[in-house]
């Protein structure tokens, strides 16, 4: 079973910066996709961003410019470096990891506050 801890959520004013950062732990897994997630009070939860194994990025249209995703392959970890942060973006951030072992299984992690302040 592979686990991930996220870190670096808080509050922060309106136009502020932060990172999360997630680890990942466990048996020897091959993570081929990492993401964020994030999950609003009331409302869907959302995928914030992505990097595949090579590096491939995607962003949801909202966060373009501000937001960056990357991730350490040699430390199996992944980072959200969000800047002009926006007080709509206050949410519960989830990491998500699609990994192999004998097949692909998706994992989450236990998500982490950001609160973004007016």
């Known amino acids: 079973q592979m686990h991930l801890a996220e870190s670096g959520g808080g509050l922060v004013q309106s136009g502020g910066s932060l990172r999360l950062s997630c680890a990942a732990s466990?048996?020897?897994?091959?993570?081929?996709?990492f993401a964020w997630y994030r999950q609003a009070a009331g409302v869907q939860r959302e995928l914030v961003a992505s990097?595949?194994?090579?590096?491939?990025?995607n962003y949801v249209d909202s966060v373009k410019g501000r937001f960056t995703i990357s991730r350490d392959n040699a430390n199996n970890s992944v980072s959200l470096q969000m800047n002009s942060l926006k007080p709509e973006e206050t949410a519960v951030y989830y990491c998500?990891?699609?990994?192999?072992?004998?097949?692909?299984?998706?994992?989450w992690g236990q998500g982490t506050q950001v609160t973004v302040s007016s």
């Open positions: 998500y990891a699609k990994a192999w072992s004998s097949g692909y299984s998706n994992y």
């Open positions: 990097i595949s194994s090579l590096g491939s990025t």
């Open positions: 466990g048996r020897a897994f091959s993570i081929n996709t």
